[in-house]
């Protein structure tokens, strides 16, 4: 069974950095497309980042362009998702998600995910 566990998420001021961690069970991030999402209070689920590692393609939402990088570490069956310069608008919990046979085009959706982690939260102060 897969199953995903995020770690790393917590309280940090605005301009800071966290990094997101995301280990996966039960399989190996090589089958999967693998995406970020965020959802805060009030508000729908928003795809953050994402890859394919199969099309080479990655996703990142306009909101963190240029500040988020996803990646992974293969020898550890890890992924990880660095934010660098937060801001209050970022606060939100953070979930890690996998899932197979995902088209590009549908890479920030997250209804086209089968498995999902627990969330990290994350909060930014001002």
């Known amino acids: 069974e897969v199953q995903l566990v995020e770690s790393g998420g917590g309280l940090v001021q605005t301009g800071g950095s966290l990094r997101l961690s995301c280990a996966l069970s039960?399989?190996?991030?090589?089958?999967?497309?693998v995406g970020w999402f965020r959802q805060a209070p009030g508000k729908e689920r928003e795809g953050v980042a994402c890859?394919?590692?199969?099309?080479?393609?990655?996703y990142y939402g306009d909101s963190v362009k240029g500040r988020f990088t996803i990646s992974r570490d293969t020898a550890k069956n890890m992924v990880y998702l660095q934010m660098n310069s937060l801001k209050p608008e970022d606060t939100a919990v953070y979930y890690c998600?996998?899932?197979?046979?995902?088209?590009?085009?549908?890479?920030?959706?997250?209804?086209?995910?089968?498995?999902w982690g627990q969330g990290t939260q994350v909060t930014v102060s001002s």
């Open positions: 998600a996998a899932g197979s046979g995902i088209i590009r085009s549908s890479m920030s959706s997250g209804s086209q995910y089968s498995y």
């Open positions: 039960g399989g190996t991030f090589d089958d999967y497309t």
């Open positions: 890859f394919s590692l199969p099309d080479r393609v990655f």
